[in-house]
């Protein structure tokens, strides 16, 4: 039995409230059971340096935990001058997720960052800013197509990331922290609505486990992205509809 109670293959319960930050082209708070995330896109007529004068646009993600949003207080990167391997890491992940899925050609030379904000951790805060990353961006996207700024919606799909571990239950579908201070293994899918892959992360706590007990969780991740994609394209689709 999960500590939770949930069944293997369940999910927490999730939700993706738009429109959280007013002044933002687009922004989502995600909620997975007790994780919230608030994603948030800016548009930025510029590119990085290393972009300027090719005609192609860039999108990249920022990471913070607010202080308070474990057990403990964390003190804030900025009053430490620098950031923590692990924000650095996390944040390349989203940017790379998101960037998987976007023609940055037909962007031409804007930016869009995603800032991605931990109100609450409760386990697999880097795979909720995915998800929810994903729902900022193309609200974003939206508004740059609706005022004419881009001829098209340069988005290739939907991309959205979760969890999944060996624990003593066997394996098991998008940990909560207590699932995944303990886990044996832990694995972060980031996978796309047309069942392609963009980045698969595993670790092995104890000792090894088997290519069977990988294609295990890789089963699990398949059920938990589809309960991702379809509340991504519900909020959207809400936030559309207003």
């Not at 796309?192 to 090894?208: C, L, W, Y």
Request: aromatic residues 4%; hydrophobic residues 40%; neutral net charge.
């Amino acid at each position: 039995m999960r500590p939770s109670g949930r069944q293997p293959n369940q999910m927490r319960p999730v939700t993706i409230e738009t429109g959280f930050a007013r002044h933002a082209e687009g922004s989502a708070l995600i909620r997975v059971g007790g994780t919230e995330v608030l994603c948030v896109a800016s548009v930025e007529n510029r590119v990085p340096p290393f972009l300027r004068g090719k005609g192609t646009g860039w999108v990249t993600a920022e990471y913070g935990m607010l202080p308070r949003a474990t057990h403990t207080r964390g003190n804030r990167e900025a009053a430490k001058g620098k950031q923590s391997g692990r924000t650095q890491e996390i944040q390349r992940l989203i940017g790379r997720s998101l960037r998987s899925v976007v023609d940055l050609a037909a962007l031409g030379e804007m930016s869009i960052t995603l800032d991605c904000d931990v109100l609450n951790a409760d386990g697999g805060t880097r795979c909720a800013s995915i998800t929810g990353a994903w729902v900022a961006l193309r609200l974003a996207l939206g508004q740059l197509v609706a005022k004419n700024v881009l001829t098209h919606m340069p988005l290739r799909g939907q991309v959205a990331a979760v969890s999944c571990g060996l624990t003593k239950a066997g394996p098991v579908l998008d940990l909560d922290y207590e699932e995944d201070s303990a886990a044996a293994a832990d694995t972060n899918f980031v996978l796309t609505a047309d069942r392609r892959i963009v980045e698969i992360q595993g670790t092995a706590e104890e000792s090894p486990f088997t290519e069977d007990a990988f294609n295990e969780l890789f089963a699990l991740a398949r059920t938990g992205v589809s309960v991702l994609f379809d509340a991504q394209t519900l909020a959207v689709e809400t936030a559309e509809n207003r």
